[in-house]
């Protein structure tokens, strides 16, 4: 394990104090923010997730708000998914693309008002994005990023902490939800959302100087549910079939091939970025798809930074785009980017640290 | 010191071998790729630089590959610099701004073709802004990001490696001029330039196979003149007064106010991003300015997360934007980005590590 050298182009979280003293042992960065990865006990931090409430510091899931009287017209040129009927209060999940229908990001948006919205976004650079398409556009908007950073609560007991510290209306909140509210003077956004399949809310604090206050608050709150810190969860997330912009996609990705295509919606104007070749794609039909993979081997395997080639009778057809060993399924299992040709069930061979490993193709998600 | 999990959203560079050989033992991420910010040993890596050659990967200092019949024109349109008189061979540095004049990031533009150009970027996703630009404007141009990887050679005595290595062709070259060729058949371009004051090269890997084999070439050939390895160098780069875009800028700095005045060329096509933003600031002279700063006590200071904020009098003038101590000087130095207002000489104050550390405000660079 490397050392990460501080520096004023990695900014620490409102929460980093905070997961400091909870005795956070490695981070990754994500849109130039430090996001923590490990607090040191893996699996006992994945049980945590599975059958308690895990607290995360997720301020690096910044927002791109934009704001002004083309605030809605933007989001929709920038999302190929139909934003008309989206109420103010409701989240949706909406790929975006660039002009060739390749995906550039996969964020929550939040509707605020008619013209204030933000795109809660993955790890890449939306703000230069939206700046460019608006200013080229001529629309009457801003594009910021405002002082929000989400702290997300997640695990089947989750919902006891977060109505224990919000009120019972929380539990009534449809999933990618919001309510702005107050939680002792500190303003927030409450929606249930996250980046689990376990249940739970997402907290984004409005005032960064309040990261402290806001960390404790639900830590005593959830003590009584056997509360703990935790992060994104590498081996539920794959368990789960969630895809991380960035980590399972390329340069080359669009939407249809990582089981995105439910949130595309082929009719939207034809001034969306993007939908002319995603409409195109449609028709032709992608040239990969994403499936599962079960490794034979039974060794729990270790994160890595590269994909792994993946061969089907000695022809490379795809890869491994991640590969985490299930403490549920007691196996390493991981997300084939892969030829449309293949099928579940086929057998495969992965080069992993040197040597091919035997496995076959599984559907997704795994549990 | 935390660690880095590793993840596919987190590239290792083709030299990430060679560097662990090497005893690397600290990352920073720059452009989604691990960059080594430390081989342990900070002031012999220092000398090094200073005195004899030190050998740095920087693959991380990606290309933006611009090629078709339109690249020029949308290298003018991305740069508010003439580009008019620059020649196949020659690179030119160039500030990139946004619609608004706000610095997005500070590329060397190396001009390979009539119609293919780099920007070797920064740490901001230029591909993106590139893209939207080209598309929105319906330029024939394809942006790119191409199988390129510099290793940069730094310090006086990097001349008679890399004259050893290519021929001493290398000694004719001007200052950010480069050439197309090969070292021991692998494809490379050699560019004099380099992150420091002390002279040097980079050395742009074609071929990311080759990475091992490309820094054994240059570290067998400078063990006659002392090389090792280091990287970008904290102290150097704040003596010398060097610019990093991201760690010394924040979302409203423009070039101006970053000593990049001399860059700026105003009678660029109206159509140029930012042109109009720019020919305003220049006229109402910028609100900041960049000064040095000399800190009086003499501990040495540890590189942090945050900008230290900068009071004259006791009101809030400006920002610490880096601070490092200098062995040259043995003393603690640093950049102020502060009210045009402030002069040289004047005395001020430093909130760090939650007390006031007085100083005063010099000229850049400091040696």
């Given at each position: ?10 900014r620490p979280?409102?929460?980093?104090e ?37 607290q ?9 708000q ?12 920038l ?61 009457n ?147 990969r ?13 270790k ?65």
């Amino acid at each position: 394990m490397f050392g990460i050298t501080p520096s004023a182009r990695l900014r620490p979280s409102p929460y980093f104090e905070a997961t400091l003293a909870e005795g956070v042992c490695a981070f990754t960065t994500y849109n130039h923010m430090l996001m923590p990865t490990s607090y040191g006990k893996p699996e006992e931090e994945y049980w945590r997730i599975i059958n308690g409430v895990s607290q995360w510091d997720v301020a690096c899931e910044r927002q791109v708000q934009l704001r002004g009287p083309d605030a809605g017209k933007l989001a929709q040129i920038l999302a190929p998914r139909d934003l008309s009927k989206c109420a103010v209060g409701q989240g949706k999940y909406v790929p975006l693309c660039n002009h060739d229908g390749i995906l550039i990001n996969d964020p929550i948006l939040l509707k605020l008002a008619d013209d204030l919205y933000w795109l809660s976004i993955a790890d890449s650079n939306i703000w230069f994005w939206a700046r460019a398409i608006a200013a080229e556009r001529g629309l009457n908007v801003e594009v910021s990023e405002p002082d929000v950073s989400p702290m997300a609560l997640q695990g089947p007991k989750a919902v006891e902490v977060v109505a224990h510290v919000c009120g019972d209306w929380v539990r009534d909140l449809k999933y990618f939800w919001f309510r702005e509210t107050l939680i002792e003077g500190i303003p927030v956004v409450v929606a249930r959302s996250g980046w689990s399949k376990q249940g739970g809310y997402e907290i984004y604090l409005r005032d960064g100087s309040q990261g402290a206050r806001l960390w404790a608050i639900f830590k005593e709150a959830g003590h009584a549910w056997g509360i703990g810190p935790g992060n994104p969860n590498w081996c539920e997330r794959v368990e789960s079939g969630l895809i991380s912009y960035g980590g399972d996609s390329d340069e080359t990705t669009n939407p249809f091939e990582l089981r995105m295509g439910k949130y595309i919606d082929l009719h939207v104007p034809d001034d969306t970025i993007g939908i002319h070749a995603l409409r195109r794609i449609a028709a032709e039909g992608p040239k990969r798809h994403s499936l599962g993979v079960v490794l034979d081997a039974g060794d729990p395997v270790k994160p890595g930074f590269l994909w792994n080639p993946i061969f089907k009778d000695g022809v490379k057809v795809g890869d491994l785009t991640n590969c985490a060993f299930s403490y549920r399924l007691q196996k390493n299992i991981g997300f084939a980017l892969i030829a449309s040709q293949t099928v579940i069930g086929d057998p495969v061979d992965v080069m992993m640290d040197g040597r091919m490993q035997t496995g076959s193709l599984s559907d997704l998600p795994f549990l």
